[in-house]
C-alpha cells in the first residue's frame, strides 16, 4: 500500500505541458534588439490577355409579347453571330433579361401606357482582344444595340503575382539593411511577414462608341498593360 501511494504522488507531481504547446510545437521568441517594422510593395506588368464585354438587344414595341418576340429574334442572330466568330460557348453569357412597360405623363392626367421595352443582355469573353473591336461590329449589324467595357483582366494572374512577390520581399530586405547600416546594427532575423494587396485592373472605360461603317474601318480595342501589385508587412530584428 505505502508503494502504490509513493507512485500516486510522483505522478501527480510530474508537471504537465499545456494541450495548445503539444500541439503546435512551437516556442515565441522575444525580440532582445531593435524592432523594425516596414511595408513594402512589389509591382509586375503583364499585357492584358482577356476583355469582358457586355452586349445586348433592347427592343420596343406595343405589347409586352411583341417586344419579346422581337428581342428574342434578333438576340438570336447576335448569338449566332458570336459563334460564327469562334466565340466559345462558355465565353458568353447572359447577364439579364428584362421587360418593363412604358409610360406617358400627360399633365394633370394618371399615366398612360405606351409600349414595352424588352432587354437582354450577354457577357463576352474576347480572348482574342486584338479582333475583338471586329466581332462587335458583326454584332451591331446582327442587332446589338447596348455595348459596354471592355474590362481587361489576366486569366491566369498567379505567376506574375508570385513575381511581385519575390521582388516585394527583396525589396523589404534592401530597405531593412539600409536602416540598419544607417544606425550601425546589422539585420539579425525576418520576425513576420504578411500580405495584402494583389490583382489591380484599372477602371472599366465608358461604353465603346459605335459609329457607322463609313467613319471608320472597324472598332479598335488595344489591350495595352496592367499592373500586378502585392504590398507586404514585414516585421526585423536589428542589432
Known amino acids: 500500500m505505502t508503494k502504490w501511494i509513493a507512485a500516486l504522488l510522483i505522478g501527480v507531481a510530474v508537471p504537465t ?6 500541439a503546435t510545437g512551437q516556442v ?3 525580440i532582445t ?20 464585354i457586355s452586349a445586348g438587344v433592347v427592343s420596343r414595341s406595343a405589347t409586352a409579347a411583341a417586344a419579346l418576340q422581337d428581342n428574342a429574334q434578333r438576340m438570336d442572330r447576335v448569338i449566332a453571330a458570336l459563334k460564327a466568330a469562334g466565340i466559345a460557348d462558355r465565353d458568353v453569357q447572359t447577364s439579364s433579361i428584362s421587360l418593363s412597360p412604358e409610360y406617358r405623363y400627360p399633365e394633370n392626367q394618371s399615366p398612360q401606357l405606351t409600349g414595352y421595352t424588352a432587354s437582354n443582355q450577354v457577357t463576352i469573353r474576347f480572348r482574342d482582344i486584338r479582333n475583338s473591336g471586329k466581332i462587335l461590329d458583326a454584332l451591331v449589324r446582327e442587332g446589338a444595340n447596348q455595348i459596354s467595357g ?8 498567379e505567376e506574375a503575382l508570385d513575381e511581385a512577390r519575390a521582388k516585394a520581399v527583396a525589396a523589404g530586405r534592401a530597405r531593412a539593411d539600409l536602416y540598419a547600416r544607417a544606425m550601425g546594427m546589422r539585420v539579425v532575423r525576418v520576425v513576420s511577414v504578411s500580405e495584402s494587396g494583389g490583382y489591380y485592373s484599372p477602371p472599366a472605360p465608358p461604353p465603346v462608341p459605335m459609329m457607322a461603317a463609313a467613319e471608320r474601318s472597324y472598332t479598335k ?19
Open 150 to 157: 471592355p474590362n481587361m483582366t489576366i486569366e491566369h494572374p
Open 221 to 239: 480595342i488595344e489591350p495595352g498593360e496592367q499592373k500586378l501589385q502585392v504590398t507586404l508587412g514585414m516585421v526585423f530584428e536589428l542589432q
Open 28 to 30: 515565441t521568441q522575444a
Open 17 to 22: 505541458v499545456p494541450a495548445a504547446a503539444q
Open 33 to 52: 534588439g531593435t524592432r523594425l517594422d516596414l511595408n513594402v510593395t512589389g509591382d509586375v506588368t503583364r499585357v492584358p490577355d482577356l476583355a469582358i
